[in-house]
């Protein structure tokens, strides 16, 4: 009876940087989570921003999980992902519309009113509802426990985020499992802790002097995000429906 021999320390290291590099590759675009991390960073500082990215790499990270043990099949079926698509097309809609239609509070920040929230004393307050800060537009409910929230469901009722790691998650963790399910794993963390360095970054850079100064570009910045994420969600609607 033949028995694998464990990986070695180089491809311990082989499969982390891997995934490292996979990870900020994947994070790069200006997709909509990196624009959601800069306008929460912008706004409410550097862990607030952090928080929405630490949130999506969470359901980044559910979804991997579920590729590494093979259970990729059962998100396939189709009654899942009808439900899937029509509940992610409800809230991007919903938040797509929101975000096109800026809110009182965000309209006083811009303008220079004192309604930029401290990175170290952030509001107490908190929406039961994690979205409901996000719609609204209020800074004064806004917490990192619903910024991470935020970030999770943006993330993972995106159904792009389902092709992409069903695609390119499958054939790449596949890869590292062929050699030990051990490396998949290291790849996996890899991809994942790749991630947060790159959110971490964006979000320590939209605190510089430059981006504040820039905060009268901020209506600007939800609108166009707003429209992305209504025409995301027609083009989750269309999905939903065709496929």
């Known amino acids: 009876m033949a028995f694998a021999l464990p990986p070695s320390p180089a491809q311990l290291i082989q499969a982390l940087f891997s995934g490292l590099l996979l990870g900020v590759t994947l994070a ?15 706004r409410y500082g550097f862990w607030m921003g952090l928080a929405v990215g630490t949130g999506a790499i969470i359901a980044d990270g559910f979804y991997l999980l579920i590729v590494q043990f093979g259970l990729v099949p059962l998100l396939e079926q189709p009654v899942i992902r009808t439900v899937f698509g029509l509940v992610s097309t409800v809230i991007l809609l919903l938040l797509g519309y929101s975000l096109f239609r800026p809110g009182k509070q965000m309209a006083r920040a811009t303008a220079g009113s004192v309604d930029t929230v401290s990175e170290s004393a952030p509001s107490g307050k908190s929406s039961p509802f994690p979205l409901k800060a996000l719609f609204s537009g209020e800074s004064t409910s806004r917490s990192k426990k619903q910024a991470l929230l935020n970030g999770m469901i943006l993330t993972g009722l995106n159904p792009f985020t389902l092709t992409l790691w069903i695609g390119v998650g499958t054939t790449a963790v596949a890869s590292w499992n062929s050699t030990s399910p051990l490396l998949g794993i290291i790849f996996i963390f890899g991809i994942l802790f790749g991630q947060e360095i790159w959110f971490a970054a964006i979000s320590r850079l939209a605190r510089t002097r430059f981006f504040q100064w820039q905060m ?21 609607l269309y999905w939903t429906v065709i496929g």
């Open 28 to 42: 790069l675009p200006l997709g909509p989570i990196a624009v959601e991390v800069l306008r929460n960073s912008m």
């Open 216 to 236: 009268h570009i901020l209506p600007k910045i939800q609108k166009a995000f707003g429209l992305l994420m209504i025409g995301l969600a027609l083009v989750t």
